[in-house]
């Protein structure tokens, strides 16, 4: 199956600082998705980006299909930014998404 | 929004028990999915519905059982559970199987 990879595994920022998550994976997609998990461990949409660009806010995110990779990009960051930050993606005929391990964004005040 | 609820939002249960996961989605979705997200590991598909119809069952151990009686609702029957599958389970849907999906709040269970 496809294969998903997320870096940096641990981010840790200013408050006000900005900062560039990315994701590759491993095989042509037709669904990607970046959610936020919140400390509660609700997974929150913030990006459905299978190529192009978005832009919703302090956030935005690319996604380069043909180079197998997405960056979401967080500016001016806030503490209520902290979190996990997953990507996932589906690929083929596969019916589910498939989960990267995540980042662990900590932005301190 | 809150178009997909899941409860309840924390179980305790023992190994002897039975108990129910119920997951409930207003979006007008065809598709649902139950994920477990085990502590320090990434989320991992258990079961996938279309059309209320199971198509996907990632060699999950028999002592979960899904159901879904209608496009609206999933349920996961859990019974002799061990601490092992303690963990939290979301709920998914999107339109279509590999469509966007929108995530449920998550049950925290935990086996004792």
């Known amino acids: 199956g496809i294969q998903v990879e997320q870096s940096p595994p641990d981010l840790i920022l200013q408050e006000g600082a900005n900062s560039t998550l990315r994701c590759n994976f491993s095989?042509?997609?037709?669904?990607l998705q970046w959610f936020h998990q919140n400390p509660w461990g609700q997974l929150i949409n913030l990006f459905y980006?299978?190529?192009g660009t978005k832009q919703n806010g302090r956030l935005s995110a690319t996604t380069v299909a043909t180079e197998r990779y997405s960056l979401l990009y967080i500016s001016s960051s806030q503490t209520t930014d902290s979190g996990v930050y997953f990507c996932?993606?589906?690929?083929?005929?596969?019916?589910?998404?498939?989960f990267g391990s995540g980042t662990q964004l900590t932005v301190l005040p | 929004e809150t178009g997909v609820t899941q409860t309840p939002r924390h179980l305790v249960m023992g190994m002897t028990n039975k108990k129910s996961l119920k997951c409930e989605q207003h979006?007008?979705?065809?598709?649902m999915y139950w994920y477990k997200q085990s502590a320090k590991k990434p989320l991992e598909l258990m079961f996938v519905?279309?059309?209320?119809?199971?198509?996907e069952n990632n060699s999950v151990p028999s002592r979960f059982s899904p159901e879904c009686p209608n496009s609206s609702h999933l349920f996961l029957h859990l019974h002799t559970l061990q601490p092992e599958d303690s963990a939290l389970y979301l709920c998914?849907?999107?339109?279509?199987?590999?469509?966007?999906?929108?995530f449920g709040q998550g049950t925290r269970l935990t086996v004792v």
């Open positions: 998914a849907s999107s339109r279509r199987a590999s469509g966007e999906a929108f």
């Open positions: 095989d042509s997609v037709n669904n």
């Open positions: 980006i299978p190529s």
């Open positions: 996932a993606v589906s690929s083929g005929s596969a019916r589910q998404l498939t």
């Open positions: 979006l007008g979705h065809n598709a």
């Open positions: 519905y279309s059309l209320e119809e199971r198509v």
